[in-house]
Structure formats: structure tokens, C-alpha cells
């Protein structure tokens, strides 16, 4: 079964988001069903993404 593939400033929207809702003082099990990506699929977007910017991610 293959997923969704995302773009770079698609990942980048997921990682802000998830951002805000650690900020909020959710849990990351609950942040990744929010966002609904797999916990491996978010802890490497987190490593390769972590810290961009759209503008970076689209050079």
C-alpha cells in the first residue's frame, strides 16, 4: 500500500503545524494522528525539513 507523497513545502506546513500543537502541549502520538503521517515518516521529515524555510526547500 503506498501513501500520499508530499512536497517539500507540503512537509514543511505538516512540521510548522505540528509545531504549534507541541507548543500547545500535545503529545507526539496524538500530533502525528493529527497530521496523519506515520511516526517514522514524521520523526525523518523532522531530520531532513527541521528548521527550513518554504524558500529553502524549493531551491
Known sequence: MSGKRYSPEEIISKLR????????????????RRLGVNK????????EYGGMKVEQAKV
Do not use: D, M, P, S
Open 17 to 32: 503545524e505540528a509545531e504549534v500543537f507541541f507548543a500547545e502541549g500535545v503529545k507526539v502520538g496524538e500530533v502525528i
Open 40 to 47: 517514522i515518516t514524521y520523526y525523518r521529515w523532522r531530520q
